[in-house]
C-alpha cells in the first residue's frame, strides 16, 4: 500500500489550556505532486491546522494523528518536523534584524543536512540558481531577514526559503495575506515554478479568497466550517464559493443536523 505525503486522520485540537476546541474531527489526504486549496470564513481553524502540522507550543491535539510519509509528526518537535521535510510559509514572517537573507538560508540549510556543511561557492551557486528561478535581484539575498520589507517581500521570501530548502510538503498560511495584485502574482509564480521544478513537492495552501487561485490551480479544494472539511471538489467549488459566498454550505449542514 502506498504511504500518502500528509494524511491526517480524525484531528482534534484546541488553544492550550482552553476548553474550547478549533478542530474537531479534521481529515485530509495530501499526496505527492498535488495542491490542495484550503478555504473557510474566519475562525473556522485554518491557521490553527498549520500551526498544529508545524508543532506550533500554544496548540494542544487531544485526539487524532498527523501522519507524514507515514510518521506521526505529532510525536517530533518543530525542528525535526521540518528536518524531515515539511516546511510552513507564516502569514505574518517575523524579522531578524542583523542576520542576512543569506546566512540564514544556509545555516538552515546545514541543520537539515545532520552534520555535512553545504561548502560556501556550493551555497552561493544555489542561491544565486533559485534567486533566478524566482526572478528575484540578487542583491536580495543581502538584506537582513524580513526586517523593513513590504508584505509582498515577506512572502516572496518565504518561497525563496522553500525552494532553498527543498521540502516535500509545504504549508502556505494566507501567503495571500496583505497582497496587491502584482506581489500576489510574483508570489504565485514562485510556488508554481516549484511545483513544476519538484514533481514531490505537495502543497497545502491556506486561503480566505479565491483570488490566489486565478494564479495558482489546485488540483482540490476543501471547505473547513467549525473544525471539520463539510466540503471538498475540484477548482469550481472556489469558484462557487466566490459567487455564493459560505452560506449555502451553512444551510447544508443546519438541514443535515436537522434530520
Known amino acids: 500500500m502506498a504511504t500518502h505525503l500528509l494524511e491526517i486522520r480524525d484531528l482534534h485540537a484546541r488553544v492550550e489550556e482552553e476548553e474550547v476546541k478549533i478542530l474537531k474531527g479534521f481529515d ?5 505532486g498535488e495542491v490542495h486549496a484550503l478555504m473557510g470564513p474566519n475562525g473556522s481553524g485554518k491557521s490553527t491546522l498549520a500551526k498544529v502540522i508545524a508543532g506550533h507550543p500554544g496548540y494542544e491535539v487531544t485526539d487524532g494523528e498527523v501522519l507524514f510519509l507515514g510518521q506521526n509528526i505529532l510525536e517530533m518537535e518543530p525542528d525535526e518536523r521540518s528536518r524531515a521535510g515539511v516546511f510552513m510559509a507564516f502569514q ?15 545555516t538552515a540549510l546545514n541543520a537539515r543536512s545532520e552534520g555535512e556543511e553545504i561548502d560556501v561557492f556550493a551555497f ?9 528561478l524566482l526572478r528575484m535581484d540578487p542583491s536580495f539575498a543581502t538584506r537582513y531577514v524580513n526586517e523593513g520589507f513590504s508584505g509582498g517581500e515577506k512572502k516572496r521570501n518565504e518561497i525563496l526559503q522553500m525552494a532553498i530548502l527543498r521540502p516535500a510538503l509545504g504549508v ?14 510574483v508570489v504565485a509564480n514562485g510556488v508554481n515554478t516549484l511545483t513544476t521544478e519538484d514533481q514531490r513537492l505537495g502543497v497545502l495552501l491556506i486561503t480566505h479568497y479565491k483570488r490566489i487561485l486565478n494564479h495558482i490551480h489546485p488540483d482540490h479544494v476543501h471547505v473547513i466550517i467549525d473544525g471539520a472539511i463539510v466540503e471538498s471538489g475540484g477548482p469550481d467549488l472556489a469558484d462557487k464559493l466566490e459567487e455564493h459566498g459560505y452560506d449555502w454550505l451553512h444551510e447544508e449542514e443546519a438541514a443535515t443536523a436537522g434530520v
Do not use: C
Not at 28 to 32: F, M, P, W, Y
Not at 92 to 106: D, K, M, Q, T
Not at 124 to 132: A, G, P, S
Not at 172 to 185: F, M, P, Q, R
Open 28 to 32: 485530509l489526504v495530501v499526496d505527492h
Open 92 to 106: 505574518y514572517p517575523a524579522e531578524i534584524p542583523g542576520v542576512s537573507i543569506s546566512n540564514f538560508l544556509r
Open 124 to 132: 552561493q551557486k544555489l542561491l544565486t540558481e533559485k534567486l533566478e
Open 172 to 185: 502556505l498560511d494566507e501567503t495571500d495575506s496583505g497582497l496587491d495584485i502584482d506581489a500576489l502574482k
